[in-house]
DNA sequence: TCAGATAAAATCGCGC
DNA sequence: GCGCGATTTTATCTGA
């Protein structure tokens, strides 16, 4: 078997590893529509629903970025 | 316990759900990216992987489309 | 004339447009890395300066997406 | 006064020039989008308007190119 | 169903 | 030259 079969057969089994992984992040997303569809259905305004989510994830970013130029400081100072 | 409150716990587990859900995702994105790394460092090109991974996609939502007029034919005809 | 020609050159125009606005964007960013450089001849660390600015982009951000739920919540209790 | 301070008045000065010229950068950017949004109105399509424009901007890349490369030639040639 | 908004992917360009 | 961040383009989703 040349040695290009055997390349071929590598590049399959990433495309497919790749694959399965999208499949999963695609089952994710509608789980993530679901919850919104279930949460609407209980009377809560889905926009309102999304900005909070927004609003947290933002949170969470400028704390690591806080600390990433905090970090930044130390080192520039001969601390880190 | 006002309805008020009972609501607002609700809301935050829904809220919860989906950070949860999207925490997730965001880690199978980052699995997806290392599979390309991990491709691209046994000599594989990622743009020609992704350009593969974009046409298989395209096939099976083409094949997808196909199935389901099929099923509109068979169903017209009485044979659904 | 044909109305052709017409359509033509009115898409020529929109076209040029389009480009000069595109040459005086490029010519910002060549401004904006030139300050970036000068600062960094005077001795300050462009890696740090860049995550300020962006630190500060994320204020900005986040002050506006916290007025526009302010204002959903206000709509939503009929006081919009 | 300490030259601390002085450089820390020098530091925001140059912040807010980048964040003045990126308001501007900004704002090309929404023209931009705006004449597109119009020439959209007027019938035109956008996506084809696009690939026109990135066209157009290869060719003139191309073409600086192939004078660099002249000029080069010329010079070799001692006639730059 | 379509426009407009939102998020994701792909591409580009910089700094290290 | 490679990773990383920004930008741009594409795809998805929501609301009218």
Redesign the pocket.
């Given at each position: 078997m040349s040695s290009n079969s055997i390349d071929s057969g590598h590049l399959k089994s990433f495309i497919e590893r790749i694959e399965r992984l999208?499949e999963e992040?695609k089952a994710l997303?509608?789980d993530i529509?679901d919850v919104?569809a279930e949460a609407k259905g209980t009377g809560y305004d889905?926009?309102v629903m999304?900005k909070i989510v927004?609003l947290r994830r933002q949170d969470t970013h400028k704390r690591k970025e806080e600390e990433e130029i905090l970090d930044l400081y130390l080192s520039a100072l001969g601390m880190g």
């Open positions: 999208e992040k997303a509608e529509k919104y889905v926009k999304r927004s």
